[in-house]
């Protein structure tokens, strides 16, 4: 028997890690995209809880979750966790939106009293049946002063440049944006 014959034999029976191991996974990560900056926005912003729904949270990339199923891309990976990776990406183009603010994270060594606090639900970051992006999260705004909280539903679609993951992650880029320009105007409400 030939070298190649045993090692498929072996692969097959699930005998050999390394004859038969999965290439390394791909690595992506979302992109801060800039917006138009604003110069009113409380100074001190802190982002509190960014929640994904329990399907997104993984390592591979939703690719879809139309018709009852959540598709995967088995070796498409973020490159950190989700929602960590979000809290991020809000911190950045916030920052760059309100330059004027000090935006904070409350998982981050900063640490100040906050004039304003955000909560992020995302229900939903992939694409639908055209191949199109959808974001959809509920953002909840609090402000020092005020005992009511400024609520709002979001959804965006946003067409991918591009078929597959090479698309889908820079429109998901984009949605995020969008939503971060939604959270500025939350902001600027008060």
């Known amino acids: 028997m030939t070298r190649r014959a045993l090692a498929g034999l072996l ?16 690595l992506y990560t ?3 995209v800039n917006g138009a900056a604003k110069t009113s926005g409380p ?34 990976w973020w490159g950190e966790p989700l929602g960590t990776m979000l809290r991020r990406i809000l911190q950045q183009e916030l920052s760059q939106r309100l330059p004027q ?17 955000i909560d992020v639900d995302f229900h939903r970051l992939d694409e639908d049946k055209s191949g199109s ?33 090479a698309g889908e992650v820079p429109a998901i880029s984009t949605a995020v944006a969008q939503l971060a320009d939604g959270l ?7």
């Not at 399907?55 to 995967?72: G, H, N, P």
């Not at 603010?101 to 606090?117: I, K, M, N, R, Y």
């Not at 009511?148 to 067409?159: A, D, I, M, Y």
């Not at 500025?184 to 008060?190: D, F, G, K, T, Y």
């Open 133 to 165: 992006v959808v974001l959809q999260a509920q953002a909840s705004v609090s402000f020092k002063n005020s005992k009511t909280p400024v609520l709002r539903s979001f959804s965006f679609t946003v067409p991918s440049p591009a078929p597959g993951v």
């Open 101 to 117: 603010s000090a935006v904070l994270s409350e998982t981050g060594a900063v640490s100040a009293t906050p004039d304003a606090t």
């Open 30 to 32: 979302i992109a801060p």
């Open 43 to 76: 100074p001190i912003i802190v982002i509190e809880r960014v929640v994904v729904a329990k399907y997104l949270d993984r390592s591979q990339i939703v690719q879809s979750s139309e018709d009852y199923r959540v598709d995967l891309k088995s070796n498409d």
């Open 11 to 26: 692969c097959a029976l699930g005998l050999s890690i390394g004859a038969c191991s999965s290439p390394d996974p791909v």
């Open 184 to 190: 500025v105007s939350m902001l600027a409400s008060r």
